[in-house]
């Protein structure tokens, strides 16, 4: 074989038999933080109930603004805090129309 072939050359690297110096950029892993902003925001226009709907959705700008400053054991903790106040608020929400529309139904209102 040609000894031209087996050669390698950089170009800009360093010339002399030096010791190459390397950096290692360690990246970590995105974890993916639901902040549930559409559920909030739609529990606070229609299931609104005793306001949850919107405590539920500053919770929710809130873990949202801890996942920009990459704080995200505050969004988990924020984002939990929705999710918990969506699920009553929708709970509450349903029950009392349906309660509603049996008074409805039975003529009682």
Sequence with gaps: MIKEEHEV??????QGSGAVM???VTMQPETVVPD???WSLCSSIY?????????AFAYSIKSRDRKRVLDM???EE??????KLNIA????GVILVIIIISLKATGSV
């Design 9 to 14: 050359t950089t170009l800009g690297g360093p």
């Design 22 to 24: 390397s950096t290692v």
């Design 36 to 38: 549930h902003i559409v």
């Design 47 to 55: 299931f609104n109930v005793c306001c949850l709907g919107l405590v």
């Design 73 to 75: 054991v505050g969004a």
């Design 78 to 83: 924020y984002a939990s805090t929705a999710k």
């Design 89 to 92: 608020a929708l709970l509450l």
